[in-house]
């Protein structure tokens, strides 16, 4: 189904066929394209990739004197890593790794090979193969449930949803919301593999609390006229995480990306529904992002109340904090960085929101540093450090304080597109690395203890990630004071020794410089 909407949403018009070859044109097709290639709206160079998924478009592409993308449709080897018969070789790209690490593989290979499982599109080949019947049609055009393991993801077609009488409160993720007959479809349920599904029961690692109740109608819900409301377009319901916090919202989108994967579909036109059993608003400070993966505002679920709603074609998609989900406290073997899946989630979303990297500059080095004007974490000497960075000539510095009322969220990923070395203390704020160019460098200025969190997000994108080593050399204003925790390292504020800054900061720039994506673009310029 979602194959058929990825064609359709770039149709422009009726394409006539003939009994002689079996397809030609209109008269209009003579002067202008016969699908409208542009909606695809995806990076140049992810074209190739989702042509070779979509041999329909590539058909008529190939077929037609204006498609703009005749040189693409001769490589016709490219793969993301998930489909069947994808050569490694030809993989979208493929994770890097220094060392073995024994607890996890016993060679290179080995470590690759996982980390590629873990975090990359081998996630994405997994899930896929986890997809399995739990509600088979009777007839062609009837209801169907697909899900997952664990439904953490699962597809739905003709979904009834009875919301007459919603118990809402002010729970988000209420787990016995829906009872049963209030969502199931005409399809024949096998009821005890649904309910096998329940061990990550949880509400923001699986969907099983509102489809546990799914249940086996006896009469098709949109054809024989149940419905109040019927959801023509394509459907996405999701259960969101803060959306003040920019570490945990993009785990959101992640997993939005990352189900659009799953489905072979990227189209905008489709309608995002935000699951939510309380009668609450969801405040979203990073609402622009949305415009990357639909042409609607987010609707919330309350929108539907008092009404039986049907769904011609729904998904479900991955969560934010699953079990071994992405990006959220997922394990990782070490030494190993560079996922094809992050860089392309990267690449769509700032494509998608017309951000333009304006660099490299010549004979000059972005710096950025991220200042925070909240309670805790503050860089006590942020001017001695602004000013000792100013003293490099090759240095372009600039320091900003990401407040959403202040700087609109597209105008901060701009800026951080356009950092070579980004320089911030530990917080929610760093989520931004995932949007720096590939040559640029992170400087988590001091982790606060957390050692992992932004290391790993830098190595799931493939940025150089560098933090304070020296304790002697970083001086806290206290020992930090949690409300119920008491000391926590993540409670005070902090003074760095300038010259030990300086000395990592030129550090940062000499690796970037040697960065090939850097050396080339360089070239580039030049040329």
Request: proline content about 4%; hydrophobic content about 35%.
């Amino acid at each position: 189904m979602l194959l058929l909407v990825a064609l359709g949403m770039v149709c422009g018009y009726t394409v006539v066929h003939t009994e002689e070859d079996g397809r030609s044109f209109t008269a209009a097709s003579l002067h202008k394209p016969v699908l409208n290639y542009s909606s695809l709206a995806l990076p140049e160079e992810h074209v190739p990739y989702f042509l070779n998924n979509n041999k329909k478009i590539a058909k008529v592409c190939k077929e037609d004197p204006l498609c703009p993308f005749k040189e693409i449709l001769k490589n016709t080897k490219s793969c993301w890593g998930y489909e069947k018969n994808c050569l490694p070789q030809y993989r979208f790209s493929y994770p890097v790794c220094s060392s073995v690490d024994s607890g996890w593989a016993s060679s290179i290979q080995a470590a690759q090979d996982l980390f590629w499982k873990q975090a990359d599109f081998g996630y994405v080949r997994e899930r896929q193969e986890e997809m399995k019947t739990l509600c088979k049609p009777f007839k062609l055009g009837d209801s169907s449930l697909v899900c997952s393991r664990f439904t953490r993801h699962c597809r739905a077609t003709n979904l009834y949803l009875d919301l007459r009488n919603p118990q809402r409160s002010h729970e988000r993720y209420k787990e016995d919301f829906i009872q049963e007959g209030e969502i199931g479809g005409h399809c024949s349920l096998n009821k005890k593999a649904l309910l096998s599904e329940g061990q990550h029961k949880s509400p923001l690692q699986s969907w099983f609390a509102e489809l546990q109740t799914y249940t086996q109608l006896k009469s098709h819900p949109i054809d024989d006229g149940i419905c109040d409301l019927i959801i023509e377009k394509p459907t996405i319901f999701m259960k969101l995480d803060a959306g003040v916090n920019m570490y945990h919202h993009f785990c959101d989108f992640v997993n939005l990306y990352i189900s659009q994967h799953i489905n072979n579909s990227f189209t905008k036109d489709v309608k995002i529904i935000m699951w939510d059993t309380s009668s609450y608003g969801y405040g979203d400070l990073f609402s622009d992002t949305w415009k990357a993966f639909t042409d609607y505002e987010v609707i919330h679920l309350k929108t539907f109340d008092s009404k039986r709603v049907c769904f011609r074609d729904a998904v479900f998609a991955l969560l934010p904090r699953m079990r071994y989900g992405l990006f959220y406290n997922t394990p990782l073997i070490s030494d190993c960085h560079g996922t094809g899946l992050f860089k392309a989630f990267s690449q769509h979303v700032l494509h998608r929101l017309h951000i333009i990297q304006e660099g490299p500059k010549d004979r000059k080095i972005r710096v950025t540093l991220l200042s925070r004007s909240t309670e805790y974490r503050r860089i006590l000497n942020q001017f001695e450090l602004i000013k000792a960075l100013k003293t490099v000539p090759l240095f372009e510095v600039t320091q900003v304080d990401y407040k959403y009322k202040e700087i609109p969220f597209l105008e901060q990923i701009k800026i951080t597109h356009n950092s070579d070395i980004f320089i911030g203390m530990h917080g929610a704020g760093l989520t931004h690395l995932l949007f720096l160019p590939d040559w640029a460098v992170i400087f988590e200025l001091y982790n606060c203890q957390d050692e992992s969190c932004y290391r790993d997000l830098a190595r799931l994108r493939g940025i150089h990630y560098v933090t304070w080593q020296k304790k002697d050399k970083v001086i806290p204003q206290d020992k930090g004071h949690h409300p119920t925790l008491g000391e926590h390292p993540k409670f005070t504020n902090y003074n760095f020794d300038v010259q030990e800054f300086m000395r990592m900061v030129l550090q940062a720039a000499e690796h970037m410089q040697k960065h090939p994506k850097w050396l080339s673009e360089q070239k580039h310029d030049e040329l």
